[in-house]
């Protein structure tokens, strides 16, 4: 049974900088792809990052040079480094990995 746990969620002002770990148990991590999604308030959830098995990424409009996802394969885990964070990035941060969802890490961003 797989099994994620995200950390890493925080307060921070606008124009600061959190990094999001996303643990993932399961010998089948290397060969899958991984995403990060985010719900905010009264919102749709939505696709932030996402990156291959072979390391390739995709990332939303919305956070297109400010965020940047990547994958320690010997680690089972994925990392979402969110730099120059704006209010509108807050919400709950989902971490996804063969149809299995985290519970989720809360990022606030004050202006």
């Known amino acids: 049974q797989v099994r994620l746990v995200e950390s890493g969620g925080g307060l921070v002002q606008a124009g600061g900088s959190l990094r999001l770990s996303c643990a993932v148990s399961?010998?089948?991590?290397?060969?899958?792809?991984v995403g990060w999604y985010r719900q905010a308030p009264g919102k749709e959830r939505e696709l932030v990052a996402h990156?291959?098995?072979?390391?390739?990424?995709i990332y939303a409009d919305s956070v297109k040079g400010r965020f940047t996802i990547s994958r320690d394969n010997a680690k089972n885990t994925v990392y979402l480094q969110m730099n120059s964070l704006k209010p509108e990035d807050t919400g709950n941060y989902y971490c996804?990995?063969?149809?299995?969802w985290g519970s989720g890490t809360l990022v606030t961003v004050s202006s």
């Open positions: 996804r990995f063969a149809s299995t």
């Open positions: 399961g010998s089948i991590f290397r060969i899958k792809a």
């Open positions: 990156i291959a098995s072979s390391g390739s990424t």
